[in-house]
Protein backbone atom coordinates (compact mmCIF):
# COMPACT_ATOMS: atom_id res chain seq x y z
CA UNK A 1 0.00 0.00 0.00
CA UNK A 2 1.58 3.13 -1.26
CA UNK A 3 0.60 6.59 -0.37
CA UNK A 4 3.04 9.91 -0.36
CA UNK A 5 1.29 11.20 3.06
CA UNK A 6 2.74 9.57 5.74
CA UNK A 7 0.06 10.87 8.07
CA UNK A 8 -2.77 8.42 6.25
CA UNK A 9 -0.16 5.69 6.25
CA UNK A 10 -0.34 5.99 9.98
CA UNK A 11 -4.17 6.05 9.73
CA UNK A 12 -4.06 2.31 7.53
CA UNK A 13 -1.56 1.49 10.11
CA UNK A 14 -3.78 1.90 12.95
CA UNK A 15 -6.60 -0.14 11.46
CA UNK A 16 -3.89 -3.12 10.09
CA UNK A 17 -3.28 -3.50 14.24
CA UNK A 18 -6.61 -2.82 15.12
CA UNK A 19 -8.05 -6.34 12.77
CA UNK A 20 -4.71 -7.78 13.63
CA UNK A 21 -3.00 -8.03 10.36
CA UNK A 22 0.86 -8.38 10.20
CA UNK A 23 2.27 -5.53 8.03
CA UNK A 24 5.35 -3.17 7.88
CA UNK A 25 6.51 -0.13 7.08
CA UNK A 26 9.34 1.76 4.90
CA UNK A 27 8.95 5.63 5.23
CA UNK A 28 11.61 8.33 5.63
CA UNK A 29 11.71 7.05 9.30
CA UNK A 30 12.99 4.05 8.46
CA UNK A 31 17.32 3.98 8.38
CA UNK A 32 18.53 2.38 4.87
CA UNK A 33 20.24 -0.09 6.76
CA UNK A 34 16.74 -1.94 8.27
CA UNK A 35 14.70 -1.39 5.40
CA UNK A 36 16.55 -4.22 3.56
CA UNK A 37 15.88 -6.64 6.68
CA UNK A 38 12.30 -5.56 6.07
CA UNK A 39 12.23 -6.27 2.64
CA UNK A 40 13.88 -9.83 2.85
CA UNK A 41 11.11 -10.17 5.88
CA UNK A 42 8.61 -9.31 3.52
CA UNK A 43 9.84 -11.09 0.45
CA UNK A 44 10.64 -14.23 1.98
CA UNK A 45 8.13 -15.29 4.54
CA UNK A 46 4.12 -13.75 3.49
CA UNK A 47 2.95 -15.12 7.00
CA UNK A 48 5.62 -12.33 8.77
CA UNK A 49 3.73 -9.66 7.34
CA UNK A 50 0.41 -9.45 4.94
CA UNK A 51 0.94 -5.82 3.98
CA UNK A 52 3.96 -3.68 3.42
CA UNK A 53 2.95 0.42 4.04
CA UNK A 54 5.19 2.18 2.07
CA UNK A 55 5.82 6.29 1.46
CA UNK A 56 6.43 6.86 -2.65
CA UNK A 57 9.37 9.42 -1.16
CA UNK A 58 10.92 6.38 0.20
CA UNK A 59 9.54 3.48 -1.49
CA UNK A 60 9.95 4.85 -4.98
CA UNK A 61 13.42 3.83 -5.88
CA UNK A 62 15.82 0.88 -5.69
CA UNK A 63 13.39 -1.88 -3.46
CA UNK A 64 12.85 -5.19 -4.63
CA UNK A 65 9.47 -6.23 -3.28
CA UNK A 66 8.80 -8.78 -5.58
CA UNK A 67 7.22 -10.71 -2.59
CA UNK A 68 3.73 -8.36 -3.69
CA UNK A 69 1.80 -8.95 -6.46
CA UNK A 70 -0.84 -6.27 -5.74
CA UNK A 71 0.21 -2.81 -5.27
CA UNK A 72 -2.37 -0.31 -3.87
CA UNK A 73 -2.12 3.22 -4.66
CA UNK A 74 -3.62 5.41 -2.04
CA UNK A 75 -3.13 8.55 -3.87
CA UNK A 76 -1.85 10.21 -7.20
CA UNK A 77 1.52 11.71 -7.21
CA UNK A 78 1.44 14.57 -10.07
CA UNK A 79 4.57 13.15 -11.51
CA UNK A 80 3.44 9.72 -13.73
CA UNK A 81 7.37 8.62 -13.48
CA UNK A 82 7.02 8.74 -10.13
CA UNK A 83 3.84 6.25 -9.90
CA UNK A 84 5.76 4.14 -12.70
CA UNK A 85 9.22 3.91 -10.08
CA UNK A 86 7.01 2.52 -7.34
CA UNK A 87 4.73 -0.02 -9.81
CA UNK A 88 8.33 -1.07 -10.71
CA UNK A 89 8.69 -2.14 -7.34
CA UNK A 90 6.57 -5.39 -7.94
CA UNK A 91 7.25 -5.86 -11.28
CA UNK A 92 10.42 -7.24 -10.93
CA UNK A 93 12.78 -10.37 -12.43
CA UNK A 94 11.91 -13.12 -10.20
CA UNK A 95 8.29 -12.28 -9.47
CA UNK A 96 6.49 -15.31 -10.18
CA UNK A 97 3.04 -13.88 -10.08
CA UNK A 98 0.54 -11.94 -11.77
CA UNK A 99 0.80 -8.28 -10.62
CA UNK A 100 -1.95 -6.14 -10.21
CA UNK A 101 -1.84 -2.15 -9.42
CA UNK A 102 -4.93 -0.54 -7.94
CA UNK A 103 -5.36 3.15 -8.39
CA UNK A 104 -7.73 4.68 -5.76
CA UNK A 105 -9.82 7.40 -7.53
CA UNK A 106 -13.02 9.43 -7.11
CA UNK A 107 -14.98 11.63 -9.41
CA UNK A 108 -14.73 15.07 -9.27
CA UNK A 109 -11.83 15.59 -6.63
CA UNK A 110 -8.36 16.88 -6.61
CA UNK A 111 -7.06 13.33 -7.86
CA UNK A 112 -9.00 13.17 -10.46
CA UNK A 113 -7.72 16.18 -11.77
CA UNK A 114 -4.38 15.10 -11.18
CA UNK A 115 -5.29 11.94 -13.32
CA UNK A 116 -6.19 14.01 -16.29
CA UNK A 117 -3.18 15.98 -15.72
CA UNK A 118 -1.05 12.90 -15.80
CA UNK A 119 -2.71 11.21 -18.64
CA UNK A 120 -2.58 14.84 -20.57
CA UNK A 121 1.62 14.30 -19.67
CA UNK A 122 1.52 10.71 -20.80
CA UNK A 123 0.08 11.75 -24.23
CA UNK A 124 2.64 15.17 -24.57
CA UNK A 125 5.56 12.42 -23.59
CA UNK A 126 4.90 9.70 -26.37
CA UNK A 127 4.23 12.35 -28.96
CA UNK A 128 7.27 13.61 -28.57
CA UNK A 129 9.76 10.73 -27.54
CA UNK A 130 9.35 8.03 -30.70
CA UNK A 131 8.44 4.05 -29.39
CA UNK A 132 12.19 2.36 -29.66
CA UNK A 133 10.17 -0.51 -30.79
CA UNK A 134 8.53 0.83 -34.11
CA UNK A 135 11.84 2.67 -34.53
CA UNK A 136 13.62 -0.82 -34.96
CA UNK A 137 10.55 -2.49 -36.85
CA UNK A 138 9.47 -4.23 -33.65
CA UNK A 139 5.96 -4.27 -32.61
CA UNK A 140 3.34 -5.70 -33.97
CA UNK A 141 2.81 -4.53 -37.71
CA UNK A 142 6.23 -6.48 -38.39
Known amino acids: VVSQWTSL ?31 SVFNKDPKAAQV ?21 LLDIHWNPAME ?7 YRVGQQKPVFVHKL ?3 GTIEDRVQQLQDRKRRLFNEVVP ?12
Open 9 to 39: LSVLEYHLEKMGWKYCVIDGNVPSHHRKDII
Open 52 to 72: MLLSMGAGGVGLNLKGANHLI
Open 84 to 90: AQVCDRI
Open 105 to 107: LCR
Open 131 to 142: DPEAERGGGSNS
